[in-house]
C-alpha cells in the first residue's frame, strides 16, 4: 500500500487505486523499485472519448508531467512500455505526428532522459476501416491495422530476456533443422554460419506483434452486463502486456499500469505472479476491473439464455440481490 492512500481493492498480487497517477506514484516510497510500466494511455484522437483524451497540440506537454514520476520509480534497469495509436490531422487523409514526437520528446528531457529500446507494432488484424472517410467512402487510404508501442528504458541495457517469449519454429525452420543448413554467404552480404542450424527452444519473435482484439465474451464483459457496469470501450488484448511482462520481468517483480481502465495489465500479473499497482481515475472502470480476478467472481451459473456466467463475491447489497436471483435459478450441475 501506498502511504494513506486507501486501495479501491486489492487481491493476492496487486493493487488498484482510483484517482490521477500523478499524485498516486507520486508517493516516496516507490522511488527505485519499478520494474515495469506497461500501460495503453488515452491516445490523441480527433473525435473526444467518454474514457478522456487529449488533442494532439498538447498530447505531449501533458504525458510529460506523468512521464517524471515513471523514470523516478523505475529502478535503473526497468522498462516503460507505451502502446500508442496513431491519429489522423483533421479534415484530410495525413496522419498526426504526435506520438512520433512524444517518444522523441521522451528520449531527450533533461534529467528524466529515456532510451529508445526498441520500437514494437501491434498488428490488430480485426480493426475495423477507419477512419471511413478516406477508407471505405473515397478509398484514398487502406486500414489503419498497425499500432506503434515503444520500449523505453532508463539504461541502454535494461532487464530483458527473449528466451522467455519464444515461439514455436515455423514447418519450414523444422524442415530446415532437419535436412541441416549449409553455411554460406547469401545476395544480402549476411554470412550464415553452422550455428544456423543449431536447435534452440524456439523462434525468436520479431517486433511485430500480431494479436486480434476480439475479446466479446470473457468473464469480465459477462461480469459487466450482470451488474449493469459499463465495460471500458478500449481495452488492448492480454496478450500484448503479457508479451512484455514475460520478456522484462521476474515472478515477484513489481508491475504498474497507470491508466489501468479495465485492469487487463493487473489481470496478468495475477496470473504471472507478478506483483502490480493499477491507477485510473474513472470510478466505474475500476469497479469492472474487479471481475478479473477471482476475489470477486467465482463458480459457474446459467443464465435464461442458456449462458454461462459467475457469481459474484461482493458482499454489498448492488449485488447481493444479484447473486440471491442467480442462485435461485441456477440451472448448472
Known sequence: MLGDVK???D???????????KEILADQSLENTVDLIVTSPPFALRRKKEYGNVEAAGYVAWFLEFARNFHR????????????????????????LYH??????????????FFLAQEFFWHNPSKLPTPAEWVTVRRERVKDAVDCIWWLSKDPHPKASNWKVLHPYSESME???KNGYKAKLRPSGHQISTKFSRRH???????????????????YLRACRQTGIKPHPARYPAGLPEFFIKMLTDEGDLVVDPFAGSNVTGEVCERLKRR????????????????????????????QSGQKSF????ENEKYGKLNRRNKKGDKSE
Do not use: M
Not at 522498462?79 to 479534415?91: C, M, P
Open 11 to 21: 487481491t493476492e498480487y496487486g493493487v488498484a487505486y482510483l484517482g490521477d497517477a
Open 201 to 219: 527452444k524456439g523462434a525468436i519473435p520479431p517486433n511485430l506483434l500480431q494479436i486480434a482484439n476480439t475479446e466479446s465474451n470473457s468473464r
Open 73 to 96: 520509480i523505475l529502478k535503473q534497469k526497468g522498462s516503460l512500455v507505451i502502446h500508442i495509436g496513431g491519429s489522423w490531422n483533421r479534415g484530410q487523409p495525413t496522419r498526426s
Open 7 to 9: 486501495p479501491f481493492y
Open 100 to 113: 512520433y514526437e512524444l517518444l522523441i520528446e521522451l528520449c531527450k528531457i533533461p534529467g528524466y532522459k
Open 175 to 177: 524442415q530446415l533443422l
Open 311 to 314: 457469481l459474484l463475491r461482493e
Open 276 to 303: 502490480w499497482i493499477a491507477t485510473d481515475v474513472v470510478e466505474e472502470y475500476l469497479e469492472g476491473s474487479k471481475f478479473r480476478f477471482d476475489k470477486f467472481s467465482v463458480g459457474d451459473w446459467v443464465e
